[in-house]
């Protein structure tokens, strides 16, 4: 037996022990540009969240006596062509901002990723099924693709969720199908099978936390790009009803006064960028932090 | 006879796997790979069959066919009498239980974000051996101890252990089924030699502890010298000779079980200086399109024509020593 204690109480490792959520946190917020990120993205959150105690008018109450007025002290950030608060529009544009991104990616996410379980892990003729039918949307260009989901399913915000939800599910059902492919050949999920696992357990065990790294990754990219995607439906016009207060739409409308009051547009740009670089910049940090190459590391 | 049947625990018989190749947009089937190509064998309980052949001799297959990994193009598989080939699904799953494997790699074989614990309590899970949380911990902690690791690492995940601890994980995994046969694919050949030595200890200090029957699956015949009480060489899917492990060291009858023979370092230096060494000419032919007649007789310098002709029949030379060879 002594030998083989040797090998079986290692010398290293005992106490310099780190645990993989701490190993996680440190990769994260290693760096500056993560936790400038997290931070636009917690303040977005936290802005649409209080928008009525943080708002100081009511955003879609028009004043035509205080039209295009430059920032004062009423108006900080200035009036737009409706004699709208400018602020106050941009902290409830926040609020689709938010919940664009959220359930777009829920929809996408959930959805697609089911659809890639399925067909990587039962493969077949349901799996081409699958496949053939995400290369199909997958062939238009996403734009070209959200235009006509959005102008066949008509305006509203349900409908716009709809669109941009089909219109990010291909990459979803991809990116899960091409992980299961790969993952369900190794030795540990045949190890599941041997010792009795059925499929269920297999997948929801066994391949799903070993593909969620990636798509986590993709994810949070998602959140910015589907932010990206709603302001360009606001911007042509389709999709969310006019008097509601999005970024994309008040850039639109702005662009026609860019020279007395470049403000109404710039003011909604500049929060689109922040909050699309903060995902990403957020992703970036995610994707090095759940690199496998680091695990074990610090 | 009737005696040994008895004692049979598992027999093969006939097996074959043929993996077909498809080619093209209609997957049309373009030609097999005769993985496994009819063999026969047989274990009796408590002891180890040690399968040696070159890589791709088709001994993985082999062991996956008795797993039901995968589906045997033909042939019977009879595990305490049964033949598992024909049992439907749901009363194979408790028989499957009791067929266990250990693999090569024990890097691929944990799954990377399961704690080691949960890993070795998976099974118990599935076929709720412990009907509490007090009683399942306290199972994992006892086949911890079994393989001689320390229960207190249950909560480590597997890249924070060596090989051999990870080779130890995957043991215990097997054995939380309570398993009576267990086929181990090659369990040494991705180990240090000296933590190799470990593990062969374990393996035949649990074989003893708890009556198991092995399949020990091997590339050279070098390791499974110490561990087994019957040894198949098996080339290009066919088993070629089969003798109790004394014989095949000391009066190998085919020719190919005498050329890996001669590859096997003996440690006495005057014999090792002595002996002469049969270097093989050629390569193992493809299991696609085998040769016909005796699948070596194209690298065998002892070959007539007549090898050429048919499939030898495993002979029974000397009691319990059977050599598939015409030439004998
Ligand atoms: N799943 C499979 N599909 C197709 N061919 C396979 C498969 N598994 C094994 N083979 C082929 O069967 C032959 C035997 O393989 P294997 O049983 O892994 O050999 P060994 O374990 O002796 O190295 C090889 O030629 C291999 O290419
Ligand atoms: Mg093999």
């Known amino acids: 037996m002594s030998e083989a204690d040797l090998e079986t109480w290692p010398e290293q490792g005992q106490n310099k022990r780190v645990s993989e959520f701490q190993r996680f946190l440190r990769v994260m917020f290693g760096r500056w540009l993560v936790i400038f990120g997290t931070f636009v993205i917690v303040l977005t959150v936290f802005v649409a969240l209080f928008a009525p105690q943080l708002a100081p008018y009511n955003p879609n109450k028009v004043n035509l006596r205080e039209m295009i007025e430059p920032p004062s002290a009423k108006h900080l950030l200035g009036t737009d062509e409706m004699g709208r608060d400018l602020l106050s529009r941009v902290i409830y544009g926040s609020r689709i901002a938010v919940s664009v991104g959220i359930v777009v990616v829920c929809i996408a996410g959930v959805i697609g990723m089911s659809l890639g379980l399925i067909a990587g892990y039962f493969g077949g003729w349901i799996g081409t099924m699958i496949m053939r039918f995400m290369d199909a949307l997958m062939s238009l260009p996403p734009l070209v693709l959200m235009l006509a ?28 199908c091409g992980e299961i492919l790969s993952i369900k050949e ?51 016009g389709i999709g969310i009803n006019p008097p509601t207060a ?50 074990g590391k610090i | ?12 018989k006939n097996l074959k796997k043929y993996f077909p190749i498809t080619k093209g947009f209609l997957r049309r089937t373009a030609g097999h790979v005769k993985a496994v190509d009819n063999i026969s064998l047989k274990i009796k309980k408590g002891e180890t069959l040690g399968l040696v052949g070159e890589s791709g001799c088709g001994k993985t297959t082999v062991g996956r066919c008795i797993l039901r990994v995968y589906d045997p193009t033909d042939g019977e598989i009879r595990f305490q ?23 090569q790699d024990p890097y691929g074989s944990l799954d990377p974000r399961q704690s080691a ?23 994992v902690e006892e086949l911890f101890t079994l393989v001689g690791l320390d229960p207190e690492m249950a909560s480590r995940f597997p ?60 590339h050279d015949l070098s390791v499974v010298r110490h561990i087994s009480d019957n040894v198949a060489i098996m080339y290009l899917g066919h088993i070629v000779e089969i003798a109790d492990w004394r014989e095949i060291y000391e009066r190998p009858l085919m020719p190919y079980t005498q050329a890996l023979l001669s590859a096997v370092p003996i440690p006495d230096p005057i014999v090792e200086k002595k002996r002469e060494r049969i270097i093989l000419e050629g390569d193992v032919p493809s299991p696609i399109n085998p040769p016909s007649g005796c699948p070596f007789h194209p690298r065998c310098w002892k070959a007539a024509p007549d090898c050429s002709k048919e499939i030898p029949e495993l002979r029974e030379i000397s009691p319990n020593h059977l050599v598939a060879c015409i030439r004998v």
Not at chain 1, 209 to 215: M, T, V
């Open chain 1, 186 to 236: 190794n030795d540990y999920v045949m190890a599941a099978n041997v010792i009795g696992a059925g499929h269920i357990r297999v997948m929801f065990s066994h391949l799903v936390p070993n593909a969620f790294p990636p798509l986590f990754v993709m994810i949070t990219l998602d959140l910015g790009f589907a932010i990206l995607a709603e302001a360009s439906l606001s911007f042509l």
């Open chain 2, 1 to 12: 006879m009737e005696q040994s049947s008895n004692n049979t625990i598992l027999e093969v």
């Open chain 1, 246 to 295: 999005t970024w994309g739409a008040m850039i639109n409308s702005g662009q026609q006064y860019l020279l007395t009051n470049p403000l109404l547009s710039i003011v909604p740009g500049v929060a689109i960028v922040l909050l699309v670089l903060a995902f990403n910049l957020v992703g970036d940090g995610l994707r090095d932090a759940l690199d496998p190459r680091l695990r």
């Open chain 2, 117 to 139: 614990g949960s890993i070795v309590g998976e099974a118990i899970k599935i076929h709720k051996i412990c009907d509490n949380k007090q009683t399942h911990k306290k199972r």
């Open chain 2, 159 to 218: 890249h924070e252990f060596s090989g051999g601890q990870r080779q130890r994980i995957g043991i215990a995994r097997a054995l939380s089924c309570d398993p009576v046969f267990i086929v181990c694919d090659e369990p040494f050949s991705a180990l240090d030699v000296s933590i190799q030595a470990q593990i062969i200890n374990l393996l035949q200090d649990l074989q003893q502890k708890l009556g198991l029957t092995y399949l020990m699956i091997a």
């Open chain 2, 81 to 103: 009498g049964q033949d598992i080939v024909k049992l439907p699904y749901n009363k194979n799953r408790a028989l499957r239980r009791k067929i266990q494997l250990i693999f």
């Open chain 1, 149 to 176: 989901i959005a102008v066949m399913l008509g305006g509203g915000i349900a409908k716009v969720y709809v669109a941009l939800g089909i219109a990010f599910m291909p990459t979803y059902c991809r990116l899960m």
